[in-house]
Nanobody
Framework: QVQLVESGGGLVQAGGSLRLSCAAS????????MGWFRQAPGKEREFVAG???????YYADSVKGRFTISRDNAKNTVYLQMDSLKPEDTAVYYC????????????????WGQGTQVTVSS
């Protein structure tokens, strides 16, 4: 089993930055596709960014150019650097992992963290 723990969320003003971390334990996730999803109140969970085992990054159009996903396999950790934050980025952010190809659908991920709140004030 893989346990995922997110950290780094908080309250930030529009235009600011945050860096989310997702620390994995139980197994090494170097061969896993890892994704970041978010869910705002009253909305469905949506794909934000994902990274393949070979560190290829993929992004939702809404965050492209502002967010950067990366991984440090030595630390078994995935990061999401969020710059130029907007109020519409406010949501609970979840880290997820799956053994296999990167996919955008949340239903195909086997492992999830508990989420970390990101609030962007205008």
């Amino acid at each position: 089993q893989v346990q995922l723990v997110e950290s780094g969320g908080g309250l930030v003003q529009a235009g600011g930055s945050l860096r989310l971390s997702c620390a994995a334990s139980g197994r090494t996730v170097s061969s896993y596709a890892m994704g970041w999803f978010r869910q705002a109140p009253g909305k469905e969970r949506e794909f934000v960014a994902g990274i393949t085992w070979s560190s290829g990054g993929y992004y939702a159009d809404s965050v492209k150019g502002r967010f950067t996903i990366s991984r440090d396999n030595a630390k078994n950790t995935v990061y999401l650097q969020m710059d130029s934050l907007k109020p519409e980025d406010t949501a609970v952010y979840y880290c997820a992992g799956r053994l296999g190809a990167l996919v955008y659908s949340s239903g195909h991920y086997n492992y999830w963290g508990q989420g970390t709140q990101v609030t962007v004030s205008s």
